[in-house]
Nanobody
Framework: QVQLVESGGGLVQAGDSLRLSCAASGRSFSSYTMGWFRQAPGKEREFVANIIRSSGLTSYGGSVKGRFTISRDNAKNTVYLQMNSLKPEDTAVYYC????????????WGQGTQVTVSS
């Protein structure tokens, strides 16, 4: 079992930066692939980024590639999402998720943190 708690959301202006954190409790954090997703009002949940448990390889959704960076600190059981050059369309609730080894779906989710970007 893994509990995930996001933090770092807030209200910023277009062009600003923000860093989200996701603290995980439970065992074997390093064994999970970690991801960030977001959901804007009236829209479906969107993949933002993930970082593979073993290799540390990262991947990004097309709308954030080049602006956002995902990283993890296994010693601190924390995954981060550095968001630069924020745009109003980045406004959403951002969720952290964990995927167990061998699973095709993310099986643990945080409660989310709101990011609002004003123009």
């Amino acid at each position: 079992q893994v509990q995930l708690v996001e933090s770092g959301g807030g209200l910023v202006q277009a062009g600003d930066s923000l860093r989200l954190s996701c603290a995980a409790s439970g065992r074997s954090f390093s064994s999970y692939t970690m991801g960030w997703f977001r959901q804007a009002p009236g829209k479906e949940r969107e993949f933002v980024a993930n970082i593979i448990r073993s290799s540390g390889l990262t991947s990004y959704g097309g709308s954030v590639k080049g602006r956002f960076t995902i990283s993890r600190d296994n010693a601190k059981n924390t995954v981060y999402l550095q968001m630069n050059s924020l745009k109003p369309e980045d406004t959403a609730v951002y969720y952290c998720a964990a995927r167990s080894s061998g699973m095709s779906q993310y099986d643990y989710w945080g409660q989310g943190t709101q990011v609002t970007v004003s123009s």
